[in-house]
């Protein structure tokens, strides 16, 4: 079983930066791909990056481009999501999640909130 916690979520003003992490447990813990979602309230989850977790290849929504960056660290099994620039619409619940080589997203955090105040 795999387990994947979420950390760094805060309150934060608008123009201001956070860093998410995820730490990953579990003996089977081998994704093709990590991910970063986030829901806000009254909205479905929606896709923010993933990273390829061999070759650290990363792919962004384009709303996050050029604010965000995705990144791992194999050996600690951590994935992180640094967010520059913030602003209020980014208010939501972030979510990691680990992705099979079939594309399918097998486990998930719980995840961690971040608030943007303008």
């Known amino acids: 079983q795999v387990q994947l916690v979420e950390s760094g979520g805060g309150l934060v003003q608008a123009g201001g930066s956070l860093r998410l992490s995820c730490a990953a447990s579990?003996?089977?813990?081998?994704?093709?791909?990590m991910g970063w979602f986030r829901q806000a309230p009254g909205k479905a989850r929606e896709f923010v990056a993933h990273i390829t977790w061999s070759g650290g290849n990363a792919f962004y929504a384009d709303s996050e481009k050029g604010r965000f960056t995705i990144s791992r660290d194999n050996a600690k099994k951590t994935v992180y999501l640094q967010m520059n620039s913030l602003k209020p619409e980014d208010t939501a619940v972030y979510y990691c999640g680990s992705e099979t080589i079939s594309l399918v997203y097998n486990y998930w955090g719980q995840g961690t909130q971040v608030t943007v105040s303008s």
């Open positions: 579990g003996r089977t813990f081998s994704p093709y791909r």
